[in-house]
T-cell receptor, first 117, second 111 residues
Framework: NAGVTQTPKFQVLKTGQSMTLQCAQD?????MSWYRQDPGMGLRLIHY???????DQGEVPNGYNVSRSTTEDFPLRLLSAAPSQTSVYFC????????????????FGPGTRLTVL | DAKTTQPPSMDCAEGRAANLPCNHS???????VYWYRQIHSQGPQYIIH???NNETNEMASLIITEDRKSSTLILPHATLRDTAVYYC????????????FGTGTRLTVIP
């Protein structure tokens, strides 16, 4: 299994540009999420999904959109990039077996480093 | 989910045990303690979790106090590759809820 993959690894945008960060997992996990991490800080949840067709907002959703048309993919869209969105973005997934047990570990991708000028 | 408090940084000599404390005095009965770590620039990695009993796996041991208000992650023989930020997280163990990452403890293993 490749686990959780993210593309691109690095991206530079100009203010106002839009782009999509890709995330895919091959573990048949129902749950997927996006986090951002700013320098010296912990991860903050942007959006998450508990299955295809279902998404919800996390702690810092403004400026981002998500959709979940398949179990495997969970893209994150920046509608109009701003310098405040300069960050490292991590995608994560886990199975919903955790609904009834605590065996519920999340698997993280390698991250996308985004700079908005 | 309950809030956690961790020291911002710790050092440990290579080959010695690293003991990373976490305070979670407001933890409720159905909340588990999870530990993740993040090696520089990589995505976080799951280490271990527990409810009230001590737990051990191939990576680490987790000691939870009887009142569950604090816990300690133990890396029994720290190596240079264990240098990372360690996050202690408490959350309800079941259901589609999320992890809340604080700022963690930056562990530096010294040769």
């Amino acid at each position: 299994n490749a686990g959780v993959t993210q593309t691109p690894k690095f991206q530079v945008l100009k203010t106002g540009q839009s782009m999509t960060l890709q995330c895919a997992q091959d573990m048949n996990h129902e749950y997927m999420s996006w986090y951002r991490q700013d320098p010296g800080m912990g991860l903050r949840l942007i959006h998450y999904s508990v299955g295809a067709g279902i998404t919800d907002q996390g702690e810092v959703p403004n400026g981002y959109n998500v959709s979940r048309s398949t179990t495997e993919d969970f893209p994150l869209r920046l509608l109009s990039a701003a310098p405040s969105q300069t960050s490292v973005y991590f995608c994560a997934s886990r199975g919903l077996a955790g609904l009834t047990t605590s065996t519920d570990t999340q698997y993280f991708g390698p991250g996308t480093r985004l700079t908005v000028l | 989910d309950a809030k956690t408090t961790q020291p911002p940084s710790m050092d440990c000599a290579e080959g010695r045990a690293a003991n990373l404390p976490c305070n979670h005095s407001t933890i409720s009965g159905n909340e588990y303690v999870y530990w993740y770590r993040q090696i520089h620039s990589q995505g976080p990695q799951y280490i271990i979790h527990g409810l009230k009993n001590n737990e051990t796996n191939e990576m680490a041991s987790l000691i939870i106090t009887e009142d569950r208000k604090s816990s300690t992650l133990i890396l029994p023989h720290a190596t240079l590759r264990d240098t990372a930020v360690y996050y202690c997280i408490v959350r309800v163990g079941t259901g589609a809820n999320n992890l809340f990452f604080g700022t963690g403890t930056r562990l530096t293993v010294i040769p």
